[in-house]
């Protein structure tokens, strides 16, 4: 077999006997080529660039960096690339969250020679159709006249907006943002993931025809000109607008895996993905959490809105969201109730970064029109505000993208 048509493999463990043995296994496989070994997720992210590996045989649990986020920087450099989890054990909530980042498949240590090698194929399979896409991708970014693609939105950011509490604004912030972000220069998508109860469209006033289960059913085939066909662009300010779907019964019909393969699709299409949701941890909320570059998490200065936020943030503890991905954020912020940021970051063990003016009337105007606060008015307080959230996410994202 000519070299150029072996399954590359990565291996990705900070165990020398574990790397020795798994290659052991490997090597009686005249399709397999072991091209690189590194001993943690920083090496395996700087090998995985340099390297171009179809598959990455890796490690959960490693002292410089754990697996699942090995696995997420290595997907940002490398799309294709597919990678396979190894654990001491079985754990379900290990599992979703490799898979959630773009893990391929997840094996018990120490696999077996039959289990290795055919979890080795079938993601090298994968890659090699990943690939072929990949490449089309960037042939048609670079092609003139192809609408809805742009080679610079390749790798593009995932922010959540989240807030455990309803009420807090977190819809008025995302539409508002995106236009921060200058929606009409970056190719900015607002994906609605609150599926029984969106309402992306009422507050930017646009009519659309289709809603993210029309692209989720298509998880396993998306492409540039199916993204194109089902996402509406605003004609007015550029910004594209993935709505939730028409009817409440829907929303079951789109699952969390579905729409984490989407989001992580259409990562290679815009700069910024934009990501509106519901307080209730739904498949498609958790999603949401975990795929995203940046969480912002909303409050307000009431004690139920603390509350809540408290325990999400525990929640993130528990589930090895790393706190340095979140910005803290507090919403219809008034100087006359005694409960002041300091004391809720205090309290809370989280900086509150940003403390958004109240102003509900303006916003509420500007909900009921349809037009957000941005286009009309650009010195009104909460959209000096968006300004100052839009620099702040753009640092956060810099200071993130070093660490890898």
Do not use: W
């Not at 809540?308 to 943030?313: G, I, V």
């Not at 003016?357 to 916003?363: G, S």
Request: charged share 25%.
């Amino acid at each position: 077999m000519a070299p150029q048509d072996k399954i590359k493999v990565l291996l990705v463990d900070d165990i020398t006997e574990t790397r020795e043995n798994l290659k052991r296994l490997l090597k009686f496989d005249a399709a397999i080529e072991v091209v690189g070994e590194a001993r943690g997720g920083y090496e395996a992210i700087e090998l995985a660039a340099r390297l171009k590996p179809d598959v990455i045989v890796m490690d959960i649990n490693m002292p410089d960096m754990d697996g699942i986020q090995a696995t997420e920087g290595i997907r940002k450099k490398v799309p294709y690339c597919q990678v396979i989890i190894l654990s001491v054990q079985n754990d379900l909530q290990y599992m979703r969250r490799a898979m959630l980042v773009g893990a391929r498949d997840f094996l018990v240590k120490p696999p077996t020679i039959d289990e290795l090698t055919l979890a080795v194929h079938r993601a090298g399979d994968l890659a090699r159709e990943e690939q072929s896409k990949y490449n089309l991708n960037l042939q048609l970014a670079s092609a003139p006249g192809v609408p809805g693609f742009s080679p610079q939105a390749v790798n593009g950011k995932i922010i959540t907006i989240y807030s455990p509490k309803g009420g807090t604004g977190c819809t008025s912030i995302a539409t508002n943002l995106c236009l921060a972000l200058d929606a009409s220069a970056n190719r900015v998508v607002i994906v609605d993931s609150s599926m029984q109860y969106g309402d992306i469209p009422v507050f930017l006033n646009e009519q659309v025809k289709n809603s993210v289960l029309d692209l989720t059913v298509h998880s396993e085939e998306l492409d540039p000109e199916i993204i194109d066909e089902v996402i509406t662009r605003q004609e007015k300010t550029g910004l594209y607008i993935l709505a939730a779907p028409p009817r409440p019964e829907l929303a079951e019909k789109v699952t969390g895996d579905q729409f984490g393969k989407l989001l992580t699709y259409m990562r290679n299409l815009y700069t910024y993905i934009i990501i509106d949701t519901t307080p209730y941890l739904c498949d498609a909320v958790q999603t949401a959490l975990d795929v995203a570059d940046v969480i912002l998490l909303v409050t307000t200065q009431d004690i139920p809105a603390i509350k809540n936020a408290s325990t999400f943030l525990a929640l993130a503890d528990a589930l090895g969201i790393s706190r340095s991905r979140i910005l803290f954020i507090l919403n219809k912020f008034d100087r006359r109730v005694m409960i002041m940021p300091d004391r809720i970051a205090s309290n809370l063990k989280q900086d509150v970064v940003l403390s958004i003016p109240l102003d509900d009337r303006f916003i509420s105007n500007s909900i009921n029109r349809g037009v957000p606060l941005y286009l009309e008015n650009k010195a009104h307080p909460f959209i000096r505000s968006m300004a100052t959230l839009a620099d702040l996410v753009k640092q956060k994202l810099g200071s993130l993208e070093g660490t890898l």
